[in-house]
C-alpha cells in the first residue's frame, strides 16, 4: 500500500549507534537507510513510501545500544496525519507520546495478515473521527 511517511531520529552522542543505519542493508526487516540531517547535531531522517517496508523500525531502534536512551525522541509523520508523532524509550520500548490537543485513531483491523498493520492517524482532538475509526487500538500487531 502506498503511504508516504517521514521519521526523524533525534539522539545526542549516537552518531556510532545510527552510523550503521545509514547504510543499505537487506537483512533489516525494514528498507531503506536515514540520511543524516545536517543542520541538526544528532539527528537522522528516512522516507517510506510504503507501509510494508517500515515494519519492524521501531523494534530495530529499540533494540540498539543507545548511549542515553532516555533522550532518544522517533518524530513519525505519516501522510495522512495532522503533524509528527514523537516516541520516545520508556522501559527499554519506544512509546508514542501523547500530543496536547490530539488523538491517535485507528482503523479497524484488516480481516487477515495479508496486509500489513495500519498506524492509524495522528488527529487534532477537534476534527471529527472517520466512520470505522476508534482511539483504541483495534489490530494488535505493531505499525512500525
Known amino acids: ?3 508516504i ?3 526523524i531520529v533525534l539522539a545526542p552522542y549516537a552518531y556510532d549507534v545510527m552510523e550503521p543505519l545509514t547504510l543499505p542493508d537487506d537483512s533489516r526487516s525494514w528498507s531503506g537507510h536515514f540520511e543524516p540531517l545536517e543542520t541538526f547535531v544528532g539527528g537522522w531522517m528516512i522516507e517510506f513510501d510504503h507501509v510494508r517496508p517500515r515494519s519492524g523500525l521501531l523494534r530495530h531502534l ?3 545500544a543507545w548511549p542515553n536512551p532516555t533522550s532518544v525522541q522517533v518524530l513519525i509523520h505519516d501522510e495522512e496525519d495532522d503533524c509528527f508523532g514523537l516516541w520516545m524509550m520508556r522501559n527499554g520500548v519506544l512509546a508514542e507520546v501523547p500530543l496536547p490537543g490530539h488523538r ?3 482503523p479497524p483491523a484488516p480481516t487477515t495478515d495479508e496486509f500489513p498493520p495500519n498506524p492509524g492517524l ?3 482532538v477537534e476534527a471529527a473521527v472517520p466512520t470505522g475509526f476508534s482511539t483504541e487500538r483495534q ?3 505493531p505499525a512500525w
Open 104 to 106: 491517535r485513531l485507528h
Open 139 to 141: 489490530d494488535p500487531r
Open 1 to 3: 500500500m502506498s503511504r
Open 5 to 7: 511517511a517521514q521519521v
Open 62 to 64: 529499540e533494540s540498539l
Open 122 to 124: 495522528l488527529w487534532g
